[in-house]
């Protein structure tokens, strides 16, 4: 089945990497298609109401959507031909320049929903010395306001076709699950590793109980999250075999929570060699495996690509 992505692009170093990811996937993605975008430069209202009262204004502002236009077209085209350089048909390539209306995130998610694409791919930014704080705002804007297309965020060079799916027994994380196994069907040779974080009852409630209250409570969520991820196993192997996935290409690990959930996610994808993170952007409760765990990975994220699923 046809799997089609949304590539926003813009002439920055950032978006040849991640043009150069949509490539690499070409490999092991079966029946992919890509639709270059890029979003045409706002004009301001005052340049728009000047105009309105003048000829010679008018003639300007038309020579500058013009130019827009001209330079948007120049950069689909350079991103084109690097993916054909990397063997994607051109066929399976298409190239749009948008006019901006709401805002590049509003304008890219609307476009995606409406051409029912199957994921948005963008690069992450961040070069400066807020680096850790600040992540670009329209990938920001995608991930946190997207409420139905997966969202997959390009950090630096991707060297791995490793898959790491973080799981948590949520809905969220069943439908991540859905996902990957619709996005990397058709594939005998794609292995997906899915990790757990056993939770603690620090990731529940931040009380500091007494020793012998904490034990007790702690054994409570132990017991709850094994009840919880052997009926969530069982589904996602379910789902996985439909899509024609082996018991060969799926590797179950869990960790202990020594370090952060993020933390531990994150280490698990590094040492493991994995290039591209997958996870659910909410999960069980606000505390565990919540969008604070997702916007941690976001901003920490390095030299790899991650998968957020609404």
Not at 39 to 44: E, K, N, R, W
Not at 143 to 166: H, K, M, Y
Not at 221 to 249: I, T
Not at 280 to 307: C, H, K, P, T
């Amino acid at each position: 089945m046809e799997k089609k992505v949304l590539v926003a692009v813009d002439d920055s170093i950032h978006s040849r990497k991640a043009v150069a990811y949509a490539g690499r996937l070409a490999t092991v993605i079966r029946e992919m298609r890509f639709t270059l975008v890029h979003v045409q430069p706002a004009l301001s209202q005052f340049l728009l109401d000047e105009a309105a009262g003048s000829a010679a204004s008018q003639s300007e502002l038309t020579k500058i959507v013009a130019r827009n236009l001209q330079a948007g077209q120049a950069i689909l085209d350079r991103h084109r031909e690097a993916l054909v350089r990397r063997g994607v048909a051109e066929k399976a390539i298409e190239q749009v320049s948008l006019p901006r209306q709401l805002g590049v995130a509003k304008d890219l998610l609307d476009y995606a929903q409406n051409s029912l694409c199957d994921a948005v791919l963008i690069a992450r930014r961040g070069i400066s010395s807020l680096h850790k704080m600040v992540v670009g705002s329209v990938s920001s804007n995608l991930i946190e306001n997207s409420r139905v297309i997966p969202v997959w965020l390009v950090d630096g060079e991707v060297r791995s076709e490793g898959v790491l799916a973080a799981v948590d027994g949520s809905e969220t994380s069943l439908r991540a699950v859905d996902h990957l196994a619709f996005m990397l069907s058709g594939n005998p040779a794609i292995r997906v590793t899915f990790f757990h974080v056993t939770p603690r009852l620090r990731d529940f409630c931040a009380i500091d109980f007494n020793r012998e209250q904490g034990a007790g409570l702690e054994a409570i969520v132990s017991r709850g999250d094994r009840r919880c991820m052997d009926g969530f196993f069982a589904a996602a192997m379910k789902k996985l075999a439909e899509a024609g996935f082996g018991e060969n290409q799926c590797e179950f690990q869990t960790a202990g929570t020594l370090m952060s959930v993020g933390d531990s996610i994150l280490k698990a994808a590094r040492e493991g060699g994995f290039g591209t993170i997958v996870l659910g952007r909410r999960g069980m409760n606000r505390a565990f495996f919540s969008g604070s765990v997702s916007n941690y990975i976001v901003q920490e994220l390095s030299d790899a690509a991650l998968w957020v699923i609404p």
